[in-house]
């Protein structure tokens, strides 16, 4: 195991019920800096709802979650996103009358503004026919990321009228505008062709390359095991391995966990 | 102001018709975070006591008054504000209903502003137009601004999706609250000017009828503009004055062409159509709403229309 240091997010013995049905059960798991950290089961293995206790979004029945020496329990999801947390949903989820620009500039918005009063005042200072300086600098900003993700051309486009692979990518822009330090992506490559899945393989390497780490929660194999420097396998909310992708691979109980699903590993 | 300019009929219409944009304005702030208020003739009503007390009971002049009423609103309003943060659509809209009806129940039971009798001899306030359009100038740069920045794209993600904006870091709860209270102190102000217009308020006068009033204009005239209030306000306060002008011109027709079956019926049907006293009337407006609804289901200006109408666009068609 390498150091403390060198640990982003550490889940402790962490649980989630939903009724008398465990999603998750017990489980612990260490994200490493600069990794690319992998999380994948079978359909209903509790990935999900592990990213939406880590987010924020559902609160956790017992257990901790530790993001980079600080404790994360209680606090609301936007807290955490100052933090340094930020994530993309599964099923996507953006601003549908907001333009491409727009979308990334709400992701801004935390990390210009850190009181609601703060940007109430700037809405009266700015002289008429004029923007704030910020928004410019955040416009700067969006304009930058959307060019990173290849969206540079469709800044004006409603979120709503781009293609899937599109939001997408979006979506990730918006994660990014957050100025995250772990990213969390909710099945990235979920309804993308092959080209595009491709893409997106480079797109995650960039970002890892900026020095963020990953947490990706995926079905496709090839990609998962083409990048990943470590991967979790979670099967009925229960950590079944642990390891780097070769070791995967080799795992009985992986294999198991996957038996009669038509899955390469 | 405008004393010799227009008469006084003219004059109360448009009165009215800035105290509705003012109340659809307040609105139209909570809505902007996606929050439906029924609420809304409520808080006008306790901006209305307020600035009332303080002009007829303390002596205050109204140019104190009127930001008194406003405050007492905002502040009440921001308290209910955090039972209102847990709740979504009907359930909220049952809220706000409810807090209303507390409110008139409250103004119905309180002796000092007169019961059930009403509160009688507000001070007149002679410049009452002055300050409504005043005050509406003020509101629209505020909204204009407001949508082009930072606060206005975040209330506008909570309004599309509140999950995911919670998730990009937007401080839900501060802006969802910030946007419930600028709404209740608008429509304080909009009360309080409507009191002094009025010189008499009672506990009817801002009843449930009017909080759905305000809720139509702002979903007429576009609820995702910060121009489509004021439209909405606009057109709907004065639609039955229009209608009225419209009967007046049907009277100017010759006798002789109308003094026959089955001319005279027709004449008689559209009279009672377009009469101000008839209740016919209410017909060609909820006829005129039905249509909208169907023609423009997302208000007379959208945000498309206004991207449509922006300078910009003409700018570059130009060049």
């Not at chain 1, 505008?177 to 309804?191: F, I, K, M, N, S």
């Not at chain 1, 992986?254 to 009669?260: D, I, S, T």
């Not at chain 2, 009688?120 to 002055?130: A, C, E, K, S």
Request: glycine share 10%; charged share 15%.
């Amino acid at each position: 195991m390498p150091n403390k240091l060198g640990i982003c997010l550490a889940i402790d013995r962490l649980s989630k019920r939903f009724g008398g049905f465990y999603a998750l059960n017990e489980v612990s798991m260490g994200v490493v800096k600069g990794h690319i950290h992998a999380l994948i089961g079978p359909n209903g293995a509790g990935k999900t709802t592990l990213f939406n206790v880590v987010s924020g979004i559902l609160s956790a029945d017992s257990g901790g979650i530790m993001f980079e020496g600080q404790p994360l329990n209680h606090s609301r999801p936007s807290k955490r996103t100052l933090l340094g947390l930020a994530r993309t949903f599964q099923n996507i989820r953006l601003f549908p009358h907001l333009t491409a620009l727009e979308t990334v500039m709400v992701g801004e918005h935390c990390r210009s503004y850190h009181s609601v009063l703060g940007a109430v005042s700037d809405v009266f200072r700015q002289l008429p026919f004029q923007e704030a300086r910020e928004e410019r600098t955040m416009r700067a900003n969006a304009i930058e990321l959307l060019e990173f993700l290849g969206l540079a051309d469709k800044c004006n486009a409603k979120a709503a009228d781009l293609s899937y692979g599109d939001q997408r990518k979006l979506e990730m822009a918006r994660a990014l505008a957050t100025q995250p330090r772990l990213l969390l992506l909710d099945e990235p490559a979920a309804g993308l062709n092959p080209h595009e899945t491709e893409e997106l393989d480079a797109v995650i390497t960039r970002i890892r390359d900026r020095g963020i780490t990953i947490i990706l929660v995926e079905h496709d194999m090839r990609l998962v095991m083409g990048i990943s420097d470590q991967i979790t396998v979670l099967n009925f909310g229960t950590k079944i391995a642990e390891g780097n992708p070769e070791q995967i691979q080799r795992d009985p109980a992986v294999v198991e966990a996957y038996l009669g699903e038509d899955v390469q590993l | 102001m405008f004393g010799g300019l227009i008469d006084n009929y003219t004059q109360s219409i448009l009165i009215f018709t800035g105290i509705n944009i003012i109340a659809a304005y307040s609105f139209f702030a909570p809505f902007k975070t996606g929050q439906v208020s029924l609420g809304q003739a409520g808080f006008m009503a306790i901006g209305a006591y307020a600035s009332a007390i303080m002009t007829q009971k303390m002596g205050l002049p109204f140019a104190l008054a009127l930001p008194i009423g406003g405050v007492v609103a905002g502040v009440i309003g921001v308290i209910v504000g955090f039972p209102a943060l847990r709740i979504k659509g009907v359930y909220l809209l049952l809220l706000t209903l409810g807090l209303s009806e507390i409110i008139q129940v409250i103004i119905l039971s309180w002796d000092y502003t007169g019961g059930a009798q009403g509160f009688r001899n507000i001070p007149f306030n002679r410049h009452t137009m002055g300050w409504c359009f005043g005050l509406i100038v003020v509101l629209m740069i505020f909204f204009a601004r407001l949508e082009r920045s930072s606060l206005g794209r975040a209330m506008d993600s909570i309004q599309q999706d509140e999950t995911a904006a919670e998730a990009m870091g937007v401080d839900v709860v501060r802006t969802k609250l910030f946007a419930f209270g600028t709404g209740a102190a608008i429509a304080g102000l909009a009360g309080a000017l409507f009191a002094h217009q009025t010189t008499y308020v009672d506990s009817t006068t801002f009843n449930i009828l009017l909080s759905i009033e305000i809720l139509t204009f702002v979903v007429v005239g576009g609820g995702s503009t910060c121009w489509g209030p004021a439209v909405g306000a606009f057109v709907l306060t004065l639609l039955p004055q229009l209608l009225r002008t419209f009967r007046d011109a049907l009277e100017l027709t010759p006798v002789s062409w109308t003094n026959f079956y089955p001319m005279n019926r027709i004449y008689d049907f559209f009279y009672d159509f377009l009469d101000f006293e008839n209740a016919k009337r209410l017909i060609a407006f909820g006829v005129i709403l039905i249509v909208m609804m169907i023609v423009r289901p997302d208000g007379l200006l959208t945000r498309d229309s206004m991207r449509w109408l922006s300078l910009a666009r003409w700018r570059a068609k130009r060049a």
